[in-house]
């Protein structure tokens, strides 16, 4: 028997939707029969993480009035904890209730599930991004999709048929929630933080692990493989820095490195609680919460994200938050630290920059040992200097009419 | 209403033994006039400790039936969690149940309590120490003090009439599990961690209670005021070198430093969950259990203390153990580390030996930074000074035949 958290929701058990074997080949011969809606990458990483029981115990896309109490009481109609629409948008206008659509990824073309339409209906947008989001502002780039949505939702099960370019772009890394908790069952853990990521690990996320391993039986390092913001480090990158650091500074048997098919919201609190909503079908106890989780610019106040976890109806979910301050090198204290234990003021503390740091490696200049261990800046120099090669490729090529690719 | 965890026992409430004003007057004066019996160290420590509620929900010494239940099932015959026996000892022949007695420290000549003797009995010493030390050696410091004991037992309700010395002696420092309940409400706190202590606090312990803070409300350094070994730093001088590191290298309002008036016992597991029971009362929902917790010589494996946590019936304890690894400074991991956070080997770490230490304080010599803060080496510094000057004095007084106090 398993000593993990159980799956979220009433069942208590993974109920991942994606189709196998010859169930998955009568379903993919018939879905080319069927009428094609298009679909955002958004969408369809919420139909791989439905399909691989991520997010158990949905069954598919939302009906309107599980969309409007998720938005208004973080909860499904049958009253299980949910903290963020999952929905499916279109303009088609002749589509309708009892219709039989196949799913197809906009950017791929690939047929990711089939739905059995149950309900057509609109929402009000500023509404799901006030109550999810707390803002309308339309520069943030959570609300932006939202307003974006096509103004038809659909709601009804789907049978997914794809895991899309994850099981291939990200081998050995791409995690269903079963592989994860065949892991941790392997390792005898009971207690395990997840730490979410969506940057390479410098000396601060290493921290949080730390702190992590020393109170838990294991940390999943678990990274977001979905898509970013235009300008963040890509994912590929991201897990070989971070694979370099698991081997040479972690201690064997205490971390577990996997990714997750989902793109980021920013949506801040709510987005943690969605984290940790899957962090429990992943079989983790606990999620790590730390400053400005899945925030964006000034949004959300830097602990927003750990006071949510206090104001859910108690039981709400199994996996609990484990919520750590700021972390930095202080000189004085000497060694990592963070605004809970060291006492000492800005100027002992090494604080740098995103752009000093970007910087910093785009010209393969070092960082200071205290931010960022060795074999994870040479990652990163490698991969900004490919960047500004390209660019200079690009640049060279284009003054001689001879772009290369 | 309190956030913390609920004192110890099915009342859920604190029940100190301690008289006050007119009872407390009354009691004295009539202990004057009964027949006394003179009690150790040991026992009038555990008096104090029933006195101010620490020991919740004791209402005196074992009967025997306790007594085998404790040392054969961790329970008292109501069936309360209590790990070790609390009992007193007499070799009164006359001496029988129905009598009503005075309690009279032997060092200090205090009458601690009076008891009403409930039934006198006689215990299998072996028993107890095979119990709850795991041994009957007699090298083992706990196993001396209980095959040391006289042969009956008196069991019984106590009014505990007096603190002893902690209150003057340890003014500010030794605490009641009101006191500390208090402090934790009004700073805010639910859960606290319990860091035991019987050293001077170097960087190592330091860095267990750091760990704590990050993810605790804060942490009770909480620091043992009664008898040690022979040998050991005093508990004047611990209580002035970890209020030096408190004030300089803690952020204000995350740690609280106490006392509490008990003897060590050397139990190694069995006392790691006294600790917890006591700790409970004093309001702390977790204590932190490191490497050989309680322990002594190589009676005990380094994690035993850790595991027995896991033995107990669920619900037993309300004070949870958070269990960290053996901890120390590691130069290439650039900070404090533990065994299950540092990846590197011995070369790579600072570990010195207790001789080393007090061989180089004794001399004056520094402790390297990554060992001991500097406040804190000073105040060793100087009192292993004073104790070569003492000696050097008395060295000198004894050939001068004017021996100096």
């Known amino acids: 028997m398993s ?92 589509v309708k209730a009892g219709d039989e659509l196949a799913l197809v990824d906009d950017d791929t073309g690939t047929i990711m599930a089939t739905i059995q339409v149950s309900e057509k209906y609109s929402i009000d947008k500023e509404h799901e991004c006030k109550s999810v989001y707390t803002t309308t502002d339309a520069e943030h780039p959570g609300v932006v999709k939202v307003m974006a949505q096509p103004k038809y939702n659909l709601a009804g099960p789907v049978k997914v048929l794809s895991e899309g370019v994850y099981p291939e772009e990200f081998k050995g890394v791409y995690q269903r929630p079963a592989e994860s908790r065949k892991i941790f069952e392997d390792l005898g853990w009971t207690r395990v933080a997840a730490l979410q990521l969506r940057n390479p690990m410098h000396r601060s996320h290493e921290f949080l692990a730390k702190i992590a391993v020393e109170v838990m039986d294991g940390v999943y390092i678990h990274q977001l493989l979905g898509k970013l913001k235009a300008g963040d480090i890509p994912a590929d990158v991201r897990v070989k820095a971070i694979q370099a650091l698991v081997d040479n500074w972690f201690v064997e048997g205490t971390v577990v490195q996997g990714g997750f098919p989902m793109e980021m919201l920013y949506a801040g609190p709510r987005e943690a609680l969605l984290h940790a909503v899957f962090r429990q079908n992943y079989g983790c106890s606990h999620l790590i919460v730390g400053r400005d989780h899945a925030g964006v610019g000034d949004y959300y106040g830097p602990f927003d994200a750990q006071k949510i976890f206090d104001k859910i109806p108690e039981g709400a979910l199994k996996c609990q938050n484990l919520n750590i301050d700021w972390t930095f090198h202080c000189y004085k204290c ?62 060279h090529g284009a003054a001689t009419g001879d772009v290369k690719k």
Chains 1, 2 share one sequence.
């Open 3 to 94: 000593n993990l958290v159980a799956p979220h929701g009433k069942e208590e058990k993974l109920m991942p939707l994606l189709l196998e074997g010859d169930e998955l080949k009568a379903e993919t011969e018939k879905a080319k029969s069927l009428k094609q809606i298009k679909i955002t990458s958004k969408e369809s990483s919420n139909l791989v993480m439905m399909g691989i029981g991520a997010f158990t115990p949905l069954t598919g896309f939302m009906t309107k009035a599980d969309w409007q109490r998720v938005c208004d009481n973080m909860a499904l109609t049958d009253g299980i904890f949910w903290p963020v629409p999952v929905t499916l948008s279109t303009d088609d206008e002749e």
């Open 334 to 395: 000497g060694g990592m630290a963070s605004m809970r234990t060291c006492p000492h003021g800005k100027d002992d503390r090494l604080l740098l920059s995103g752009t000093i740091v970007r910087k910093t490696l785009s010209e393969g200049g070092e960082l200071p040992a205290e931010f960022s261990r060795p074999e994870v800046v040479k990652i990163l120099q490698d991969y900004y200097q490919s960047l500004d090669e390209k660019v200079e490729i690009k640049l």
